[in-house]
T-cell receptor
């Protein structure tokens, strides 16, 4: 069965620190990869996505993620976090081979940024 | 603006009661989804629908039911058979290949 694993449940950083959130997935076929963010009290928003092409994907608010196929990984990075990045981050994998759009989500990583 | 509207924002259920959560979208998307979000559990798929009058069970469908009579609407009923309904429920829609899912603001369901 497909699964998505996010390594950290809760990450606490100071402002200006660098961020890397791990995401690994298990699926043998072609995948599409996503990072979603949920700010406190807000709905889930797309941060960035990978479908094909350049494995280094740039998203909103200075976030980027790198798809490493050999490692089944799609880690999220940001060089310098801000207090406003405090949120919960979800990695998701989609199997669009069947064009169904179904996503498998990781359990989420809560990021707390101290001012 | 196009989007997904979930209502109500907060809902309380009594023992033995069925409650229905509303999800409406004006994005003209064919596919719609219901997820349950619990702390530390991520999002788990309850039901999804690829097209009007058709829907499929997700990973945790027991105790839930859905209908898809119109393209815009995908209501979720939490039945009395769902013994642990307290959670945050998210509705999403999907346009098609190589597109992300779009999410509503969610409904928080609690037990009285």
């Amino acid at each position: 069965a497909q699964s998505v694993s996010q390594h950290n449940h809760h990450v606490i950083l100071s402002e200006a620190a660098s961020l890397e959130l791990g995401c690994n997935y298990s699926y043998g076929g072609t995948v599409n990869l996503f990072w979603y963010v949920q700010y406190p009290g807000q709905h889930l928003q797309l941060l960035l996505k990978y479908f094909s092409g350049d494995p280094l994907v740039k998203g909103i608010k200075g976030f980027e993620a790198e798809f490493i196929k050999s490692k089944f990984s799609f880690n999220l990075r940001k060089p310098s976090v801000q207090w406003s990045d405090t949120a919960e981050y979800f990695c998701a994998v989609g199997d669009y081979g069947g064009s169904q759009g179904n996503l498998i989500f990781g359990k989420g990583t809560k990021l707390s940024v101290k001012p | 603006d196009g989007g997904i509207t979930q209502s109500p924002k907060y809902l309380f259920r009594k023992e033995g009661q069925n409650v229905t959560l509303s999800c409406e979208q004006n994005l003209n998307h064919d596919a719609m989804y219901w997820y349950r979000q619990d702390p530390g559990q991520g999002l788990r798929l309850i039901y999804y629908s690829q097209i009007v009058n058709d829907f499929q069970k997700g990973d945790i469908a027991e105790g839930y039911s859905v209908s898809r009579e119109k393209k815009e609407s995908f209501p979720l009923t939490v039945t009395s058979a769902q013994k642990n309904p307290t959670a945050f429920y998210l509705c999403a829609s999907f346009q098609g290949y190589n597109q992300p899912q779009h999410f509503g603001d969610g409904t928080r369901l609690s037990i009285l």
